[in-house]
């Protein structure tokens, strides 16, 4: 009799531990189904749908869908068009606010450019984090298949009846044992595996929001950049009016930068040689420009606001980008850089970090397209590297002007940039012709910024 008892509790703990295991059954196949649906979205989302040579009624309305999307863009666009050309029209010759416009709608795209590459780097941490939780289910896909098949197995196979065959007790007793220790291990898999599903599922909600975001912000940048663009053609067909001959002089000044060898040169022999840009040359001569900051706000000025020496810690850089390479470290050729690169994002904005006249504007050597200001009190700025530039000599800019704009890879010699894949803006200042460090004059954190 009391071996009987005994033999029964065998039964009823095998038993016991097979009804215990259909929770988990249930559980783990609804983890490997959800990672095998999650993991078919994702497929989906990433390869593109193989055509049927007969159009379905749902291929249709997509296509409708997208014609309407596209009208709605050319109508919004020809909108935008409009109303651009009537905001320009009640500009008119107003040159400060023209000014004021350029300047604002300048600071718009660039701070567009931040938001869009911020998001971009949020989304390609948060695909770089869903690849990781993928590769994981993935990774353990087949042991919890195997372990699942086992255990249904098991749970088709029940214990069998003890009075009938005492003989078999051994046999029950050692699936008792064999559940008894990897029931445990496999819940916690199955928690692990739900833990992990959950998390691929909010990271693809993440993912999805930040998306839409981005996309919201690049059709922002795409209108400012639109409206920039209008703004900027309206201020050189202005410049045009009141400087004759503008295209000779260009093509007169690249004619002479071909006969010089070095930066010092090309600056001299334009302020000397070049009627515009010797004219902008007096009038920073003449124009040292004031000491109050406050005078950077009016957008009438014709001359510095404050003078270059005087305005450390108050210059903006010129783009978004990272700073890869900075004054006095080495240029990779056994001499030190004169100035500071900065890694862009292509197509970014291009704004002047001070006031100053436009002495050379065009291609120059390894420099690219290469853009010289005349800051007054012996002070020049370059800037390289640009794809376009859209200042012409002898313009008088002001500070967080758009002057030019990056292309889609490198514009100057590798000597200048690390990556020649990637846009490289190149920034120097210069004090009676010597390289100087344009660190003290960069407004805090300006200097260390990570951007674009």
């Known amino acids: 009799m009391q071996k009987a008892r005994s033999l029964f509790s065998t039964r009823d703990a095998v038993r016991c531990g097979l009804i215990c295991c259909a929770p988990l059954i249930v559980a783990l196949q609804g983890a490997v189904a959800a990672s095998a649906q999650t993991t078919t979205a994702a497929t989906q989302n990433t390869t593109a749908p ?8 749902e291929a249709l309305q997509q296509h409708q869908q997208e014609l309407d999307a596209a009208r709605l863009q050319q109508k919004n666009s020809a909108e935008l068009q409009a109303k651009l050309k009537a905001e320009i029209a009640a500009i008119g010759e107003d040159r400060s606010k023209l000014n004021q416009q350029l300047i604002d709608v300048a600071s718009r795209v660039r701070d567009a450019e931040t938001h869009v590459s911020d998001a971009e780097a949020r989304l390609h941490t948060l695909d770089a984090h869903e690849q990781e939780i993928r590769g994981s289910l993935d990774a353990r896909r087949s042991e919890v298949i195997e372990v699942l098949a086992a255990l249904q197995r098991a749970g088709r196979r029940t214990p069998p009846a003890l009075l009938v065959r005492p003989e078999d007790a051994l046999q029950s007793l050692r699936t008792a044992m064999l559940l008894g220790a990897v029931v445990p291990e496999l819940r916690a898999r199955a928690e692990k595996l739900a833990t992990d599903l959950g998390e691929l599922v909010t990271v693809r909600k993440t993912i999805t929001d930040q998306r839409d975001h981005l996309a919201v912000d690049r059709d922002r940048l795409r209108d400012d950049q639109t409206r920039l663009s209008a703004l900027i053609d309206e201020r050189q067909r202005q410049q045009a009016g009141i400087q004759k001959d503008i295209d000779a002089e260009g093509a007169r000044a690249i004619a002479l930068a071909r006969q010089v060898d070095s930066l010092q040169g090309l600056i001299a022999k334009m302020e000397q040689d070049v009627k515009s840009a010797a004219k902008a040359a007096a009038a920073a001569n003449q124009n040292a420009g004031r000491n109050d900051p406050a005078l950077l706000k009016d957008p009438k000025r014709t001359s510095p606001a404050i003078a270059f020496a005087s305005a450390k810690g108050l210059f903006k850089l010129p783009v978004n980008g990272t700073k890869v390479r900075d004054f006095g470290g080495s240029d990779g050729t056994g001499g030190v850089d004169k100035g ?29 397209q290469l853009l010289i200001l005349n800051a007054g009190g012996g002070y020049h700025v370059l800037i390289a590297g640009m794809e376009r530039i859209s200042v012409g000599i002898g313009q008088f800019v002001l500070a967080g002007e758009p002057v030019a704009t990056m292309g889609s890879t490198s514009q100057v010699a590798s000597i200048l940039a690390t990556n020649a894949s990637q846009p490289v803006l190149y920034v120097e200042f210069r004090k009676d012709g010597t390289p100087i460090d344009p660190g003290p004059w960069w407004a805090a954190n300006e200097g260390e910024k990570v951007r674009g």
């Open 50 to 57: 193989v055509q049927s040579p007969v159009p379905t009624a």
């Open 340 to 368: 500071i690169s900065l890694a862009t994002r292509p197509g970014a904005q291009v704004t002047t970090p001070c006031d100053g006249w436009v002495v050379y504007a065009g291609p120059f050597r390894s420099y690219g």
